[in-house]
């Protein structure tokens, strides 16, 4: 019997990771467009951001305007687990992010967006996860979510440490 028990908390690992970075989380957070050097923020645990809607796990990505006013907000899933090759079962995953168009252009003519890509990027980049290895970061692709909402979709994989996929 398949079983994908060191992926499940996959998804909790990545979002940990992500909340403990100060300038993505004032990215999505803080919504004027000072939130970069804002000087008065107070950083929020992941159960926080989890709570709040800031970060969903599961939620189709509309429910955090809809049901919680979020204008900016990110999204993890994992996308595909093929158990074709028995013994190097790979994963992966997308992170999307969004926006509505009120709250992309930030001061200095910074894309709010663009900023939480980097983001995303230099904390997860080859960054290894006890639950499903080491992450690396593919590609990025713009995703219209609404005539009011948009961002992108940041593709990753799951490698282990001998450069395999990660192994269920």
Known sequence: MLSIKNIKLSMMEIGQALAKDDLLQRLLVIDSPDALTKSNYQPKTFNELLQEKYVCLAPKIENGIKNNSRNTFILIQLDNI???????????????????????????????????????????????????????????????????????RIAFKFKDQENRKAEL
């Open 82 to 152: 093929d158990f074709s090759k028995r013994g190097n079962t790979g994963v992966t995953g997308s992170i999307f992010i969004a926006t509505d168009g009120d709250h992309v252009l930030m001061e200095n003519n910074t894309n709010r967006l663009w900023e939480m890509i980097d983001r995303i990027a230099q904390v997860l980049d080859s960054t290894k996860f006890s639950s499903a290895g080491q992450v690396e970061v593919e590609w990025a692709s713009n995703v219209v979510y609404s005539e009011y909402t948009s961002g992108y």
